[in-house]
């Protein structure tokens, strides 16, 4: 058996565990200040170190297939474990993880058909799992601020909502305020962050383009195109959630379904 690739990825931790000696400081700062965080921090590399080695090998493997089902394949899997998590956000809100997952899946999917269809990206494992990846991650935030705020807006300004079904508003107009307010709060950070793109911090993949040896300028062509998708794909995201929490939030007498806003 070629163990050849083992021994290159060995040779290649050497870096990622010498940078361990910043977590040893954490680590040390922790138990000096007595706060606990120790076990957690460790815990936490850890399965960081674990996770990011077995997608390093799964990425590998799907990388050298020829076969797109493996793209929709882990991209299901990302939206499922993506969806799963906000749900868990907004553990208050009924079908919360199916509300999730499917405003992610849409939000993505409509983005990465886009991009794909104007030639953005080629519809290939290395290009759209990593691009895949990023807008699911955002979503994933996004949706799940909204659902959350969504519903606790409501239930501390039911009587105002009921007061509105009472004269004759729809559940979509009565609720209208607080569905702007927590689309507003959710996708503050996605724009912020878009404003100070590379004025305060460098992003991500535009780092990681300018450290594998690309141009600046090439660098941030990509991240252009990234910052685009991130606020389509969580735009759309956070929006479908709302429409898809209100059967949950409303009997179909246009009342508030007071069970779901007696939970804390």
Request: charged share 10%.
């Amino acid at each position: 058996m070629d163990w050849e690739w083992a021994v290159e990825f060995l040779k290649g931790m050497i870096k990622p565990a010498a940078a361990l000696a910043v977590v040893a400081v954490a680590v040390a700062l922790s138990y000096f200040q007595k706060l606990g965080l120790e076990a957690e921090m460790a815990y936490s590399i850890f399965r960081a170190f674990l996770q990011l080695s077995i997608i390093g090998f799964v990425l590998q493997f799907i990388f050298n297939q020829k076969n797109a089902l493996w793209i929709l394949l882990a991209y299901l899997f990302m939206v499922s474990v993506a969806g799963y998590t906000a749900g868990q956000r907004a553990k208050h809100v009924p079908r919360g993880k199916y509300v999730a997952g499917v405003s992610i899946l849409v939000g993505t999917a409509i983005t990465m058909f886009m991009l794909v269809s104007l030639r953005v990206f080629p519809f290939t494992p290395r290009y759209i799992i990593p691009v895949a990846g990023m807008m699911v991650g955002n979503a994933m935030t996004v949706t799940g601020v909204t659902m959350k705020k969504l519903r606790d807006d409501i239930k501390i300004q039911m009587s105002l909502v009921e007061t509105a079904l009472a004269l004759g508003a729809t559940p979509r107009q009565a609720t209208l305020h607080q569905v702007k307010r927590s689309l507003v709060i959710a996708l503050s950070p996605v724009l912020d962050n878009a404003k100070t793109v590379g004025l305060i911090s460098l992003p991500g993949a535009m780092t990681g383009l300018i450290m594998g040896g690309a141009s600046p300028l090439e660098a941030i062509q990509l991240q252009i195109v990234v910052m685009n998708m991130l606020i389509g794909a969580s735009t759309i995201s956070s929006i479908m959630s709302t429409y898809l929490c209100w059967p949950s939030f409303f009997t179909k007498a246009y009342q508030l379904e007071t069970k779901v806003f007696s939970l804390d």
